[in-house]
């Protein structure tokens, strides 16, 4: 048991072959395995390629809920700041890449660009389309409403509500070494966590989840449904991307990706929300002592780390920029065992040759 290297390279040829397997253009399959590095880089477990591929099989291109080569329709709108897009169920990460991409361009013109996204499909990790935004300047923001209708209310008894994560970033490189990342899904864990703890055998944490029948549980594989995380406050947080999504074009939670029910008129897909702020659009000028507004970024994160909160308080994004600098320094991506042995059922699907044993432990 142990973990290994994988070359990037290597990576992106086993996941993008899997996809034009799949009948994804050149461009997507680029695009999904680019994106998947990004998530495996920064040692996202959850939403990594095995989670994108196994999406794809389940609600997605076999399912009808994702169309290979579908074209982005772009809307006409009279607000020049927001544009408004019909995904027509294109891959979910080719859209999240190019809305993310949209909105800082909006932003680079107006101070703040938005990009809502109807029709779409699962987009994977948030985190991802932020943080690389942050690094490039920007502070960022998506959120979008899940593909499953997976959590429990709060004080209710059946799933109605996705998993909705929210995802924040910030341009702190310069401050602190790395953008801060704040990304969660509204559910206690991600269904991605109970998925990747069935593969490795472990049981989940306390409050996480509950079964058939509405009892908690620590077995991921008895797990039914999800509860929201901090009660009523996570719920209200996930109601947030249902309200979001409904306001786009999304239609009833329980109805997305369960493409045999619900009336013949009625939609199944996900929502997205997508934001980029100029950070010198924000500044009003009037900083304390004559700071700048980097220097008053930098000090308002020291003063929260300060008195006494070091070395134990740990900085949103900081677990993802330490693996990134883990997987340089191994110069490749990381996987488990469990993990390379899907890559190796990738492989083969993908026609690509492959073999655990050319991978260096770590």
């Keep these: 048991m142990g973990d290994w290297i994988m070359p990037g390279e290597l990576h992106d040829r086993i996941v993008s072959s899997a996809y034009k397997k799949r009948g994804y253009t050149g461009k997507e399959a680029a695009q999904a395995a680019a994106f998947s590095n990004l998530t495996a880089r ?5 939403h990594n390629a095995i989670k994108a591929l196994h999406l794809d099989e389940v609600f997605g291109s076999k399912a009808g809920g994702c169309v290979p080569g579908a074209k982005i329709e772009k809307l006409k709108s009279p607000y020049r ?45 948030g985190g991802g389309y932020v943080i690389d935004a942050a690094k490039k300047g920007y502070i960022a923001y998506t959120n979008c409403t899940a593909a499953l209708a997976e959590v429990v209310p709060f004080g209710g008894k059946s799933a109605t509500l996705g998993t909705n ?5 910030f341009p702190t490189t310069a401050a602190i070494g790395f953008p801060i990342c704040i990304d969660w899904a ?40 999800l509860l929201p995380f901090g009660g009523h406050k996570g719920y209200g947080l996930s109601l947030i991307d249902e309200l979001v999504g409904a306001f786009i074009g999304g239609s009833l939670p329980t109805l997305r990706s369960r493409w045999k029910e619900g009336a013949a008129d009625e939609k199944h897909t996900p929502s997205f929300f997508f934001q980029a702020i100029k950070p010198e659009a924000l500044d009003c000028g009037a900083f304390a002592q ?7 970024v930098r000090a308002v994160i020291e003063d929260i780390l300060g008195h006494g909160n070091t070395p134990g308080t740990m900085l949103p994004g900081q677990p993802e920029h330490e693996a990134f600098l883990r997987s340089e320094k191994a110069g490749g991506l990381i996987f488990t065992d469990a993990e390379v042995a899907e890559f190796d059922k990738l492989a083969k699907e993908g026609r690509v040759r492959f073999s655990a044993k050319g991978l260096k432990p770590i």
């Excluded at 920064?42 to 959850?46: L, V």
């Excluded at 979910?92 to 809305?99: C, F, K, R």
């Excluded at 991605?192 to 058939?212: I, S």
Aim: net charge positive.
């Design 290 to 296: 004559g700071r700048t507004q980097a220097v008053n």
């Design 81 to 125: 700041a927001i544009q408004k897009w019909n995904a027509n169920r294109k891959l979910g990460q080719s859209v999240g890449l190019e809305a993310m991409a949209a909105a800082m361009k909006l932003a680079d013109r107006f101070g703040i660009g938005a990009v809502s996204v109807d029709n779409a499909f699962h987009y994977l990790w």
């Design 186 to 225: 509204t559910s206690t864990v991600a269904m991605g966590r109970v998925q990747q703890f069935v593969r490795e055998n472990k049981p989940l944490p306390p409050g996480c989840a509950v079964d058939e029948q509405g009892k908690e549980t620590t077995d991921p594989n008895k797990v039914k449904a």
């Design 42 to 46: 920064h040692g996202i477990k959850t």
């Design 165 to 169: 994560p929210h995802s924040w970033a």
